[in-house]
C-alpha cells in the first residue's frame, strides 16, 4: 500500500534555532518528492522536490535529503524564523496523476 | 505569473443544499486535482481530470461530481450536503502531457471555504 508517513506530527521551536523533519514513504513506483509548506487556510507552497538521484537539495534555509534506499527523506529548517510557523507537507509522487500526500508536521515557532 | 483560480473563496450553505466550487487551473495545465481538507487535517485526494478526462478518483463521495471543460476550468458539484462536508477544498494544476515532465510540479490555489450549517 502507497503510504507517506511524517514525524513529528507537531513541533514547537524557539526563533532562532534549527530544526528537522522526517518522511518516510513506501510508494512505488517513486517519481519525486516533494515537500510543501501550507500556511493556515491556504494552498500548499512547494518548496523543494527531490528525484531518485538526488540526496541534498537547498531552498534558502530550507535543505531536504533523500535516501532512496531506505525511503526516507529530511526537510532541515536553518535558523527558524517565525513565518515557518505552518504545517509541512511531503508528497510523493508515485506515477502519473498520482500524488501521496504525508499526515504532516504542524510547525510552531516561538519569539 | 497565473496561479490557480478558484471561486468562490468562501461559501455557506445549509444540510441538503448543493454547492458548486470552480478552479481555473494555470494557464496550458492539462491536469486538475481536487483535494479536500477538513479542520486540522491533511488534504485528501477527491478526483483529478487530465484533458477533460477523469485520471484518477479517490475518496469522493457519491454525491459529489466533477468534469472539466473545454477551456479546461473544472468545476466540483456536490449535492445533499452535510455537516461533515466542512471544510477547506482545494485545486492543483500541473502540466502532464508530453509537455511536462517527471517533475511535473502541482501548483495549488488558495482553496475554498465550504461551511454547511
Known amino acids: 500500500k502507497n503510504q507517506v508517513e511524517q514525524s513529528p506530527q507537531s513541533l514547537i521551536i524557539l526563533e532562532g534555532k534549527n530544526c528537522t523533519l522526517q518522511?518516510?514513504?513506501?510508494?512505488?513506483?517513486?517519481?519525486?518528492l516533494r515537500w510543501y509548506k501550507q500556511d493556515t487556510g491556504r494552498g500548499p507552497v512547494s518548496l523543494t522536490i527531490?528525484?531518485?538521484?538526488?540526496n541534498t537539495k537547498s531552498n534558502g534555509r530550507y535543505t531536504a535529503t533523500l535516501d532512496a534506499d531506505t525511503k526516507q527523506s529530511s526537510l532541515h529548517i536553518t535558523a527558524s524564523q517565525l513565518s515557518d510557523s505552518a504545517s509541512y507537507i511531503c508528497?510523493?509522487?508515485?506515477?502519473?496523476?498520482?500524488?501521496?500526500f504525508g499526515t504532516g508536521t504542524r510547525l510552531k515557532v516561538l519569539a | 505569473a497565473a496561479g490557480v483560480i478558484q471561486s468562490p473563496r468562501h461559501l455557506i450553505k445549509e444540510k441538503r443544499e448543493t454547492a458548486t466550487l470552480k478552479c481555473y487551473p494555470i494557464?496550458?495545465?492539462?491536469?486538475v486535482y481536487w483535494y479536500q481538507q477538513g479542520p486540522g487535517q491533511d488534504p485528501q485526494f477527491l478526483i483529478s481530470?487530465?484533458?477533460?478526462?477523469?485520471?484518477d478518483k479517490g475518496s469522493i463521495p457519491d454525491r459529489f461530481s466533477a468534469q472539466q471543460f473545454s477551456d479546461y476550468h473544472s468545476e466540483l458539484n456536490m449535492s445533499s450536503l452535510e455537516l461533515g462536508d466542512s471544510a477547506l477544498y482545494f485545486c492543483?494544476?500541473?502540466?502532464?502531457?508530453?509537455?511536462?515532465?517527471?517533475?511535473?510540479?502541482?501548483?495549488f490555489g488558495p482553496g475554498t471555504r465550504l461551511t454547511v450549517l
Open positions: 492543483a494544476s500541473s502540466l502532464e502531457g508530453l509537455a511536462g515532465g517527471p517533475d511535473n510540479e502541482q501548483f
Open positions: 518522511c518516510n514513504y513506501t510508494v512505488s513506483p517513486f517519481s519525486n
Open positions: 527531490m528525484t531518485f538521484s538526488e
Open positions: 508528497v510523493v509522487r508515485g506515477g502519473t496523476y498520482k500524488y501521496i
Open positions: 494557464p496550458r495545465h492539462d491536469t
Open positions: 481530470f487530465y484533458e477533460k478526462m477523469q485520471s
